[in-house]
C-alpha cells in the first residue's frame, strides 16, 4: 500500500511570486506519481504526472515537479503565480499496474495582489 | 462533452431515502472509478469499473452502497436509506485504459443529507 502526505494545508503567496507545495509518500513497490488541481465547485484536474524517465515533470499551467526517489518526495513548483491559480491542489501515488491512487489531504494555495 | 458528465450537480435529500448517481465517462473510456471527497476523510476510492463489471468494490462503505456500469459507459451510484455520514462530493472519473489510474475526472455530485 501507499501513502502521501501533503506537508501544508495552506500557502498564501502573492501574485507573481514562486510557489512550492511539499510531497512524500511512502510505498514497497515502485510508483506513479501525480498531481491534480481543484479549483472551487469543480472536479480534480490533472496537472502533471511521473510515470518514468526524466525526474522533472512538466505540466499544464507552467507548473513542474521533481521525483526524487532517495527522499521520496514530489514536490510541486511554479515559478510565478497568478490569482487563478487560487485552488487547491492534491499529490497522489500509484503503485505500477494499479488503479488505485491514494491522495493527500491537500494544500489550499491563495494568490493574493 | 469532452469531459466526464455528472449528475445532477446537487442532491439534497431527507435521511432514509434512496438516490442515484450518474457519471457519462469520456465516450471509449475502458476504466470509471467512483471517489468520495469529504472532509475529514479526503479522497476515498470506492469503485472500479473495467468494462461493465466491477473487479473492486473494497471502497464501498457499506451494503447500502452499490454501483453498475452498462453498455461499458454510463454508471450509477445508489446510495440506499442514506444516512447523513455519506454528505459528501462524489467524484467519478475514467481512463482509457483498465489498470490504469484515473485521469479525468468529472466535477462531482454534491449530496447533502438532511
Known amino acids: ?113 | 462533452g469532452a469531459g466526464v458528465s455528472q449528475s445532477p450537480s446537487n442532491k439534497v435529500t431527507e435521511k432514509g431515502k434512496d438516490v442515484e448517481l450518474r457519471c457519462d465517462p469520456i465516450s471509449g473510456h475502458t476504466a470509471l472509478y467512483w471517489y468520495r471527497q469529504s472532509l475529514g476523510q479526503g479522497l476515498e476510492f470506492l469503485i472500479y469499473f473495467q468494462g461493465n463489471s466491477a473487479p473492486d468494490k473494497s471502497g464501498l462503505p457499506s451494503d447500502r452502497f452499490s454501483a453498475e456500469r452498462t453498455g461499458g459507459s454510463v454508471s450509477t451510484l445508489t446510495i440506499q436509506r442514506t444516512q447523513q455520514e455519506d454528505s459528501a462530493v462524489y467524484l467519478c472519473a475514467s481512463s482509457p485504459r483498465q489498470g490504469e489510474a484515473p485521469l479525468h475526472f468529472g466535477n462531482g455530485t454534491r449530496l447533502t443529507v438532511t
Do not use: M
Open chain 1, 1 to 113: 500500500a501507499q501513502s502521501v502526505t501533503q506537508l501544508d494545508s495552506q500557502v498564501p503567496v502573492f501574485e507573481e511570486a514562486p510557489v512550492e507545495l511539499r510531497c512524500n509518500y511512502s510505498s514497497s513497490v515502485s510508483v506513479y506519481l501525480f498531481w491534480y488541481v481543484q479549483y472551487p465547485n469543480q472536479g480534480l484536474q490533472l496537472l502533471l504526472k511521473y510515470l518514468s524517465g526524466s525526474t522533472l515533470v512538466k505540466g499544464i499551467n507552467g507548473f513542474e515537479a521533481e521525483f526524487n526517489k532517495s527522499q521520496t518526495s514530489f514536490h510541486l513548483r511554479k515559478p510565478s503565480v497568478h490569482i487563478s491559480d487560487t485552488a487547491e491542489y492534491f499529490c497522489a501515488v500509484s503503485g505500477h499496474d494499479d488503479y488505485k491512487l491514494s491522495f493527500g489531504a491537500g494544500t489550499t494555495v491563495t494568490v493574493r495582489a
